[in-house]
């Protein structure tokens, strides 16, 4: 039997902690990540009929119910997004250098 699937997430998000404070930040940005599996090689799986139109699936050598596997598998993630100072009432805010950012 061939196990395969797949599983993804997104999130989008802003960032404004002081939106009525002239030449303070704001952001945003997305992240979306997709995983993909695949699982097949000594995978078992038994089904016993219980009656009609009735049955239980199991993997060989479990109890009932149990059909826990692990599926070695692959994620991608994009992550996406930009900070600026918002505009003041006059027009002027100080630029500055955003140092020490780090992704982990």
Not at 18 to 23: E, G, I, Q, T, Y
Not at 46 to 61: D, N, S, Y
């Amino acid at each position: 039997m061939t196990i395969a699937g797949s599983q993804g997430a997104s999130l989008n998000f802003a960032w404004d902690p002081a939106p009525a404070v002239d030449c303070s930040l704001e952001g945003g940005g997305s992240l979306i990540e997709s995983w993909q599996f695949r699982r097949g090689k000594d995978v078992v799986m038994v089904f016993k009929k219980l009656g009609p139109g009735l049955a239980i699936m199991t993997r060989a050598g479990r109890g009932p119910g149990d059909t826990a596997f692990a599926a070695p598998g692959s994620v991608t993630r994009d992550a996406t997004g930009s900070v600026q100072t918002r505009t003041a009432a006059a027009g002027v805010c100080t630029p500055f250098a955003l140092r020490g950012l780090r992704v982990a």
